[in-house]
């Protein structure tokens, strides 16, 4: 009885996927500022970096950009760097810089060619967005909020909330949120 019970669990954690990595990899990626990025904890004194992945021709990104702009501006005077994240086939600075000039977030974007950090992130949608602590691990993915296009004052701010959590030094309320954007397009 007990065989039969371990050889189901297995067969279940099986089919829910490989699990992504707890600890964000180290990567350099260039930006839309000419800037190459060093990804790692041993590069970055922020209190938390946050990346939010994008396609260029979503919707809910579009939709998202005043959020993300408020966001930014509350979160990085208290420690927290912000990158947009282009991970799709095709992307280039020069593309993301254009779009970046369109929409002006206030952060650098940065191409994340043969998708390696969506991929290790799990990011698969447009505002897929992941918050990294100090130390290199993952302690958010997810939304934005709960919002897709028609943004409403009650939206559940999932990224705000697990920001203040880490900022606090306490466990992420809810570390996991559904990503409502586009689907990615990846290397």
Known sequence: MELKSLTLLLSLVACAGAPRTSVAPSLTLMGTDHRAHALS????????????????????????????????????????????VDSEVGASTERDATFESERTFGFPMLVDIGGKLARATGAEFATFAVIVDRAGNLRYT????????????????????????????????RPEGKALGCALQLW
């Open 41 to 84: 904890p041993e590069a970055s004194r922020a209190a938390a970096t946050v990346y939010v992945f994008y396609n260029p021709h979503c919707p809910c990104v579009s939709a998202h950009v005043a959020r993300l702009r408020e966001l930014h501006d509350a979160y990085a005077p208290r420690g927290v760097q912000w990158f947009m």
């Open 142 to 173: 997810g939304g934005v909020d709960d919002d897709r296009s028609h943004l409403r004052d009650e939206a559940t701010p999932y990224l705000k909330d697990a920001l203040e959590d880490v900022l606090a030094g306490r466990a992420v309320r």
